[in-house]
Nanobody, 124 residues
């Protein structure tokens, strides 16, 4: 089992920045692909970003490319999502997820462990 705990969400004005953290515990973190997803009210959960086990490969949703950066620190068992130039459309609950495989994935179904989510609210 892998336990994931997100933090860093909150209320921010449009144009602002936030950094989300996801701390992992339990079974080995460093050999897992990780991802961030988000879900806005009334919408389906959507892919945001993913990172490979080594951090050498990352992918982003088109909607966040150039504004968000995913990274990881395997010595701290933590993955981060640095978010910038935020807009009200970024308002959602953000979820961290872990795979049992090493590589990236944009697919919700390919993640095996999920955090409880952290709320990000961007005001206009």
């Amino acid at each position: 089992q892998v336990q994931l705990v997100e933090s860093g969400g909150g209320l921010v004005q449009a144009g602002g920045s936030l950094r989300l953290s996801c701390a992992a515990s339990g079974r080995t973190f460093s050999n897992r692909g990780m991802g961030w997803f988000r879900q806005a009210p009334g919408k389906e959960r959507e892919f945001v970003a993913t990172i490979s086990w080594s951090g050498s490969t990352t992918y982003y949703a088109d909607s966040v490319k150039g504004r968000f950066t995913i990274s990881r620190d395997n010595t701290k068992n933590t993955v981060y999502l640095q978010m910038g130039s935020l807009t009200p459309d970024d308002t959602a609950v953000y979820y961290c997820a872990a795979r049992t495989r090493q590589y990236t994935s944009r697919r919700y179904s390919e993640y095996d462990y999920w955090g409880q989510g952290t709320q990000v609210t961007v005001s206009a």
